[in-house]
C-alpha cells in the first residue's frame, strides 16, 4: 500500500480535529459551561497564542491602513460565526450542526456572485438547490423537538453563512500578511466583541467546572483553532486551496459521524438524506472554498 504523504497527513489531521471540535463543544455546552463564556474564554487564549507566535516571528502586529475595512468586516463576521455556532451546538446535536455546515462552500460562492468577484454557471445553481433542499431535510428530520432543534439548525446556517463571509473577506489579505498575523489580527479583535457580548454570562458562570471539561476546553483552542491553522496554511502552501478544500469537504460528514459514535446521538432518515444531498451539491459544485479555518 502507498504511504501517505506529509500533506495527505496534514489534512487527514486537519479534518479529525475540525470533525472532533463539534462533539467537544457539544459536550462542553451540555457541562456547565455557559455559550458565549465558553468562546470567550476559547478564543482569547487563541488569540494569545496567536499574538505570541506573531510577535516573536514577525516582531509587528502592523496591518496597513487601506486593509482595515476588510480586517473589520472579517472580524465581525466572525464575531456572528461565533454566536451562532456556540448556540447552535447549544440548541441542536452536534451531527445536525456538521450537516449544515457542509453548505458552507454554497454560501462563500454567493457570497462572491454578491461581492463580483465570480462569475457562476448554471452548473451552480442546480448544485446550490440541492445543498439547500438537503438543508431543508435536515430542518424537516429535527421536527421530533421543533422548538430547540429548529432554532439549532437556523442557527447553524447563520454559522455556515458566517463561516463563508470570514474566509472570503479574509482572502485578499493572505497576499499581503502571514495567516499567522491574520489570525493574529482577527481573532484578537473578534475575541473583543465576543468578550463584550458575553460579558454577563462570563460574570455568572460558574467556574468549578471539572478537570474533564477543561481539559477538553484546551484541546478546543489548542487544536482546533491552532495548530488545525498551522497545518491547513502549510497544506495551502504546498499543494493549493483546491485540491486542500477537496479534502476539507469531507469534514462536516466525518464530524456527523463523530456525534453519532461518541455522544450516541441520532440521525433521522430525512437528516441523512439530507447530508447525502449537501454532498451532492457541493460535489457538483466543484469550486474552491476560501482558505481561513477558525472553528
Known sequence: ?????????????????????????RTILTHGFQPLSYSTVRYGLAAAVFVAIVVVAERTLRVGRADLPIVLAAVVALWLNQIGFVYALKATSASVVALILGATPIFAALIGLAMRSERLRQRFWVAAAISF??????????????????????????????????????????????????????????????????????????????ADVWALLAFA???????????????????????????????????AVFAVV?????????????????????????????????E
Open 133 to 210: 433542499a438537503g438543508v431543508g431535510l435536515v430542518a424537516l428530520g429535527s421536527s421530533g423537538e421543533i422548538r430547540g432543534d429548529l432554532g439549532g439548525v437556523l442557527l447553524g446556517i447563520l454559522t455556515a453563512a458566517t463561516w463563508a463571509a470570514y474566509s472570503t473577506a479574509v482572502t485578499p489579505l493572505m497576499r499581503r500578511y502571514s495567516p499567522y498575523r491574520i489570525s493574529a489580527v482577527v481573532l484578537s479583535a473578534a475575541w473583543v466583541l465576543i468578550a463584550i457580548t458575553g460579558s454577563a454570562q462570563t460574570r455568572a458562570q460558574d467556574w468549578s467546572l471539572g
Open 221 to 255: 483552542t489548542l487544536g482546533p483553532l491552532v495548530v488545525t491553522n498551522v497545518l491547513w496554511f502549510r497544506s495551502l502552501d504546498r499543494i493549493g486551496p483546491s485540491r486542500a478544500t477537496l479534502a476539507a469537504n469531507l469534514q462536516p460528514f466525518v464530524a
Open 1 to 25: 500500500m502507498r504511504r501517505l504523504t506529509s500533506v495527505e497527513l496534514m489534512l487527514l489531521t486537519v479534518i479529525t480535529l475540525w470533525s472532533l471540535n463539534l462533539t467537544v463543544t
Open 262 to 294: 461518541l455522544l450516541s446521538e441520532r440521525l433521522s432518515a430525512p437528516q441523512v438524506a439530507g447530508g447525502a444531498l449537501i454532498a451532492a451539491g457541493i460535489l457538483l459544485a466543484r469550486r474552491r472554498r476560501p482558505p481561513v479555518p477558525v
